[in-house]
């Protein structure tokens, strides 16, 4: 069992960073695939970005704005968004899933954060 606890999320303007952390129990977090997925009232929860011993994985459009990184040492996983634009306004979540697959559907991942809003302001 995994449990995940998002943070960082916040109010910016449009062109502003923003980083967010996912802090994460259990001891075999190092083997886990981690990611982020966002979701917007009424639409699907969309795949952002992945990470896991075989490298990073980006939504399409995402990459060069959003960075995905781990800390094995401190359980945590971060997302780095630069350049933010009002259409990344969303609450992001913070996911991991036991098999190293890239999984871009919101099925396929097994634990859940409770999600951090972002709203980025025009």
């Known amino acids: 069992q995994v449990q995940l606890v998002e943070s960082g999320g916040g109010l910016v303007q449009a062109g502003d960073s923003l980083r967010l952390s996912c802090a994460a129990s259990?001891?075999?977090?190092?083997?886990?695939?981690m990611g982020w997925l966002r979701q917007t009232p009424g639409k699907e929860r969309e795949f952002v970005a992945s990470?896991?011993?075989?490298?990073?994985y980006y939504g399409d459009s995402l990459k060069g704005r959003f960075t995905i990184s781990r800390d094995n040492a401190k359980n945590t996983v971060y997302l780095q968004m630069n350049n933010l634009k009002p259409e990344d306004t969303a609450v992001y979540y913070c996911?991991?899933?036991?098999?190293?697959?890239?999984?871009?559907?919101?099925?396929?991942?097994?634990?859940w954060g409770q999600g951090t809003q972002v709203t980025v302001s025009s």
């Open positions: 259990g001891r075999t977090f190092s083997s886990y695939t």
């Open positions: 990470i896991n011993w075989g490298g990073t």
């Open positions: 996911a991991a899933k036991r098999t190293p697959a890239i999984a871009t559907m919101s099925a396929l991942w097994d634990y």
